[in-house]
């Protein structure tokens, strides 16, 4: 294998686990949007579902993502991603939205030596805000806005230090059981320096994402995210594919709950990257 200097082989190693397993949304989409203040204990399982599954549904919630990457760095260890990420919708009008998205990582990092290692520790913080109609046109709703990289790493093992910020965009179509669309953002550094030492960054995201319902919050879905650091050497693409299922349950017949779990392989990774990932998922909906 070719050799690389050891602050790119860990830029490598840990940008490539890392965009495996966040995304600016993990993305879930809705077909009818409920107004903020509106009671999600009241709503069906499968309504609330589809509402999840569209990333500018109005809908409080407040997911914990776990994404657990196996096959990461020269030795082949697994590698845990905890994404704390809430979702705020404001309500501007009787016509509009800003849907806010919010993820922090918690990483684990299995051992990289012999380069330097951070067992565990936060990555940075991706901050989204979209714009959106709130009511959706011949079931098409879109959304865009702003996205920002906050320097929340602990170490620059697991981060920039750098703030960032870029253009994020979403379309979803609901028709029934079936919700589907897709997420693109680009988030650029401001600021840096570039090249293998360096702590800038150019990084793209695109989640395409369908899922079926079943009824009762029963559901399958598919929603591999797909990244490209266009500053590594080397392969610059993590491309996945899988899919998954889920359900919407209420504890005490009240709280509603997602759960969901899914598998993801990686037919295109960078050096040292993931060769596939288990993604499940706990939402608390308010």
């Given at each position: 294998?070719?050799?690389?200097?050891?602050?790119?082989?860990?830029?490598?190693?840990?940008?490539?686990?890392?965009?495996?397993?966040?995304?600016?949304?993990r993305a879930e989409p809705a077909a009818v949007a409920a107004a903020p203040g509106d009671d999600a204990g009241g709503a069906s399982a499968s309504d609330l579902a589809k509402k999840l599954q569209n990333p500018v549904g109005d809908l409080y919630s407040f997911p914990f993502q776990s994404n657990t990457n196996f096959g990461v760095g020269?030795?082949?260890?697994?590698?845990?991603?905890?994404?704390i990420q809430p979702v705020i919708p404001i309500h501007v009008n009787d016509d509009w939205n800003v849907i806010t998205r919010t993820?922090?990582?918690?990483?684990?990092?299995?051992?990289?030596?012999?380069?330097?290692?951070?067992?565990?520790?936060?990555?940075?913080?991706?901050?989204?805000?979209?714009?959106?109609?709130?009511?959706?046109t011949n079931g098409w709703l879109w959304g865009l806005g702003p996205v920002a990289q906050i320097p929340t790493a602990s170490s620059a093992n697991l981060g920039s230090s750098v703030w960032g910020g870029g253009a994020s965009g979403v379309i979803?179509?609901?028709?029934?059981?079936?919700?589907?669309?897709?997420?693109?953002?680009?988030?650029?550094?401001?600021?840096?320096?570039?090249?293998?030492?360096?702590?800038?960054?150019?990084n793209f995201l695109t989640q395409p994402f369908v899922n079926y319902n079943f009824g009762q919050g029963w559901y399958v879905m598919s929603s591999p995210i797909l990244t490209a650091n266009w500053d590594t050497p080397g392969t610059k693409w993590t491309v996945p594919i899988g899919g998954g299922a889920g359900r919407v349950i209420k504890l005490f017949?009240?709280?509603?709950?997602?759960?969901?779990?899914?598998?993801?392989?990686?037919?295109?990774k960078p050096d040292f990257g993931p060769d596939w990932q288990l993604r499940t998922q706990v939402t608390f909906i308010f």
């Open positions: 294998m070719r050799q690389i200097a050891k602050p790119a082989l860990l830029a490598t190693i840990l940008t490539a686990a890392v965009s495996a397993g966040l995304s600016p949304v020269p030795h082949k260890g697994a590698q845990e991603i905890l994404n993820i922090l990582p918690v990483v684990w990092s299995p051992d990289l030596s012999p380069l330097p290692t951070t067992p565990v520790g936060t990555g940075a913080t991706t901050f989204t805000a979209f714009l959106s109609p709130r009511n959706p979803v179509y609901s028709n029934g059981p079936w919700v589907a669309g897709v997420l693109v953002n680009n988030v650029w550094s401001l600021g840096g320096t570039f090249g293998r030492f360096g702590n800038g960054y150019n017949d009240k709280l509603p709950v997602n759960l969901s779990l899914g598998a993801y392989y990686n037919l295109v």
